[in-house]
């Protein structure tokens, strides 16, 4: 920093320059988010010192946070869900199964376990939770920080969840499961009901990784062949995120809890501020990204976002349709506007793509194949031109 400060237009050119640096989202096939629509922008910019650390301070958007967790909430089954807004995926992922972790380690049964067996304790009653081994990074983050077990489901012929490789890693040291609505590799969604049904029999909880598929599959227009929320009994929570398909600014994630109690396990005090307790793991949160969450879905309505789904189904279809001119197909059939290609060599052909044309796209692990993923801001025109470009790249 210097000493003297630089002037407004000399910090204007240095930010447009960095700026120009940055990929336009023009040529970005790779990424779950998208330009945010300009609704919640302007209330984003509108709230933009609101902060809910500490939200006695800010209680018009804190009434704005309760409106936007009923309105999900209702949306997913369950109108008087509780939870919070987060920075993300990240943050409700860790949350969710900090909830189960802490509940679990109270459990009547557990502290039995502790008293009657105190030598061998602690080597063998580590709680694990089962995830898809298609199961975003975030949870191998959240692994480490709590101190859990993951033991990771193998996925079936579809790449869902097999829910006989769930059953065989569950033991009585589970604190729960996880499954994914619309996963961030390849868009599918893993058999929630079955994994409902088995949370249920063995009382276990049930968490719903939904951050990308949240505001995809309530808008399909085949939603009705996935339930995938609390509607199902066995879902005890669920990550949203409307910094992604909602069309939100960042950072706006949401985490809903089936039960209070779940809510309560994560409860600090916080003696000196505005409200004495809170549940979150930041302190300080973006009341802007709630504004703007509160304005865009308002604006658009279910209507609005049934036809930006609607329109992400649409390209998505006439992509396939013209990379099965070249031969080219998809891992899976596309369940959500999320494309894993089989394309040989397929690090070759990305970074080609990439120096040669300027295109973003990604690589899925295993199955090895290249993923794209059709967000609000790609248009015909720009698949057009990248199928031409990817014709280039196969053939030289
Ligand atoms: N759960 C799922 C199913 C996800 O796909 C993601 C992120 C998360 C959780 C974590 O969400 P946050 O990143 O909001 O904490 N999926 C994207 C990914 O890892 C995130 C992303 C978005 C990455 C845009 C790059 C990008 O340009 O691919």
Known sequence: MNETGLSEEEIRSILSDSKGKDLKYERVLSSMCTYPHK??????????????????????????????????????HKADAV????????????????????LFLQSPEYQKSVNSNKKTHNKCSRPNLVVPDSAHFSFDKVSDILDVELRKASLDDELK?????????????????????????????????????????????LHVDAAFGGFVLPFMKTSCEFDFDFKLPGVTSIAIDPHKMGLSTIPAGVLLFRDSHQLESLKADTPYLTVSTQYTLTGTRSGAAVAATYAVMNYLGKEGYRKTVSRCMELTDYLLDKLAELDIHPLIKPVMNVVALEVPEC??????????????????????????????????????????????????
Request: aromatic residues 8%.
């Open 39 to 76: 609704i919640a922008v302007q209330a984003h910019m509108q709230f933009i010192e609101s902060n809910m650390g500490d939200f006695g301070l800010f209680r018009g958007t804190y009434n704005l946070e309760k409106e936007i967790l009923g309105s999900l909430g209702d949306l997913l």
């Open 83 to 102: 939870g919070y807004m987060t920075t993300g995926g990240t943050e409700s992922n860790i949350q969710a199964i900090r909830s189960m972790r802490n």
């Open 161 to 205: 969840v097999s829910v006989e490789s769930v059953k065989s890693l569950i033991d009585e040291n589970t604190i729960g499961l996880v499954a994914i609505a619309g996963s961030t590799e390849f868009g599918q969604v893993d058999p929630i009901k079955e994994l409902s049904d088995i949370a249920v029999e063995k009382n276990i909880f």
């Open 347 to 396: 690090d070759l052909v990305r970074s080609k793509l990439a120096k040669e044309f300027n295109w973003q796209v990604s690589i899925t692990q295993n199955p090895h194949g290249l993923r794209l993923v059709i967000m609000p801001h790609v248009s015909f025109e720009m698949i057009d031109s990248f199928v031409a470009d990817l014709k280039k790249v196969l053939n030289t």
